[in-house]
């Protein structure tokens, strides 16, 4: 309670929003102005007044608020903070990729590096991914990137054929099909929410498919009382709050290990969170130039959500 009442006062002093994804710690979540997926947490970003943005996510969050907004000094508790999607998408190799493929729409998940954003036409999330891949026009060839197992999910609901960056999440894939249908059988009443970053053969087994925003707002206003939850298990913490009286079941991997979790979400801690806005450091960077690249593709995302 102190730690969080020395992180309030700084706040005012910074003139600071302190945003927060629903992956991170509880204590985090708590402590938070906002907390949200990764289309509002950028939409808040892109509207917010105050002065110094911490991001508690990870790094390609805190860069596409330092992208929105240059002016501002923007905060990451952690800078080791990363994504094993965007890191399984490096902007040589998908640049060489992107040229082998002339003329495609490049529809980029915000799940990936600046560099990359800034080849990109239009950024998506997970909660807009079908609606932005619709608006493109239908003589258009798609390349999506970097997340194939949402690129997949997004083809079956658009019925566009895509060219898919060979990509995945390294937490959303150890989810176990095998376990899943184990978890059903035993709880045959539960409905299973799951995120689309999983693979075909979890995702079949889903009663509901969506963002993690999506996901919570399902367990919320249905009338079930037992879920089980297929993504990152930070978002319970919101589910339970939103939802006191129901229970959520967070199913484990494969070979039991708590590799559902995202250990790059993990890294901000309460202690950093504090030590990063009393000493106004790690923060954020870019070059101008690149900035303005990869703010046109973000920016019509937010056009057309």
């Given at each position: 309670m102190d730690l969080e009442n020395k992180i309030q006062k700084l706040k005012r002093e910074l003139n600071a929003v302190v945003l927060a994804h629903y992956y991170q710690e509880s204590e985090i979540q708590d402590c938070a102005d906002f907390v949200g997926d990764s289309l509002a947490l950028a939409q808040q970003a892109a509207q917010t007044t105050a002065d110094t943005i911490v991001f508690c996510g990870v790094h390609f969050m805190a860069e596409t608020a330092k992208i929105l907004n240059p002016g501002k000094l923007?905060?990451?508790?952690?800078?080791?903070?990363?994504?094993?999607?965007?890191?399984?998408?490096?902007?040589?190799?998908f640049a060489a990729f992107?040229?082998?493929?002339?003329?495609c729409f490049v529809v980029t998940y915000v799940n990936s590096s600046a560099a990359v954003k800034a080849q990109s036409d239009v950024i998506c999330t997970s909660s807009n991914a079908v609606k932005i891949v619709s608006r493109i026009p239908q003589n258009r060839p798609i390349l999506f990137a970097p997340d194939r197992h949402l690129g997949r999910y997004v083809m079956q609901q658009t019925g566009r054929?895509?060219?898919?960056?060979?990509?995945?999440?390294?937490?959303?894939?150890?989810?176990?099909?095998?376990?899943?249908?184990?978890?059903?059988?035993e709880n045959p009443q539960a409905l299973?929410?799951?995120?689309?970053?999983?693979?075909?053969?979890v995702l079949m087994h889903a009663?509901?498919?969506?963002?993690?925003?999506?996901?919570?707002?399902?367990?919320?206003?249905?009338?079930?009382?037992?879920?089980?939850v297929v993504t990152e298990p930070g978002i319970l913490h919101q589910m339970k709050k939103a939802a006191p009286h129901k229970q959520f079941i967070s199913p484990p991997a494969d070979n039991g290990c708590p590799?559902?979790?995202?250990?790059?979400?993990?890294?901000?801690?309460?202690?950093?969170?504090?030590?990063c806005m009393k000493n106004r450091s790690p923060q954020l960077e870019l070059p101008e130039a690149f900035r303005q690249k990869a703010l046109a593709p973000l920016k019509l995302m937010l056009e057309w959500s």
């Open positions: 923007v905060l990451l508790p952690d800078l080791n903070a990363g994504c094993s999607l965007a890191d399984r998408c490096p902007p040589e190799a992107k040229a082998q493929h002339e003329g054929d895509m060219l898919l960056w060979p990509g995945s999440c390294i937490v959303h894939e150890m989810f176990s099909e095998k376990k899943l249908v184990q978890l059903k059988h299973v929410v799951a995120h689309p970053e999983c693979e075909e053969a009663d509901f498919i969506g963002s993690t925003a999506q996901l919570l707002e399902r367990v919320t206003r249905g009338v079930e009382s037992l879920f089980i590799c559902n979790t995202c250990p790059h979400m993990k890294l901000n801690t309460m202690e950093k969170l504090f030590a």
